[in-house]
Nanobody
Framework: QVQLVESGGGLVQPGGSLRLSCAAS????????MGWYRQAPGKQREFVAA???????YYADSVKGRFTISRDNAANTVYLQMNSLKPEDTAVYYC??????????????????WGQGTQVTVSS
């Protein structure tokens, strides 16, 4: 089993920045591609960004140019740097991990492990 724990969420003003972290533990050898999703109140969970084991990234159009996903495999951690935040970015952000290593995973059902989420609120 793999455990994922997100951190770094909080309240930020529009135009501000936050950096989310997701630390993986447990059966680390099972962790390959990783991604970030978010779910706003009353809405379905949506894809935000994904990263392959050896790098290579993909972003949702809504965050492209503002968010950056990165990872430190030695530290078993993936990050999401969020800049120029907007009120519509308000959501619970979830980290996800898949065992596939040689591809970027953008299909929700292909992620096998999920974190509990961290709240991000963008408001003045």
């Amino acid at each position: 089993q793999v455990q994922l724990v997100e951190s770094g969420g909080g309240l930020v003003q529009p135009g501000g920045s936050l950096r989310l972290s997701c630390a993986a533990s447990g059966s680390i050898f099972s962790v390959g591609a990783m991604g970030w999703y978010r779910q706003a109140p009353g809405k379905q969970r949506e894809f935000v960004a994904a990263i392959r084991w050896r790098g290579g990234t993909y972003y949702a159009d809504s965050v492209k140019g503002r968010f950056t996903i990165s990872r430190d495999n030695a530290a078993n951690t993936v990050y999401l740097q969020m800049n120029s935040l907007k009120p519509e970015d308000t959501a619970v952000y979830y980290c996800a991990a898949a065992s596939k290593r040689d591809t970027i995973v953008v299909v929700t059902s292909q992620y096998e492990y999920w974190g509990q989420g961290t709240q991000v609120t963008v408001s003045s």
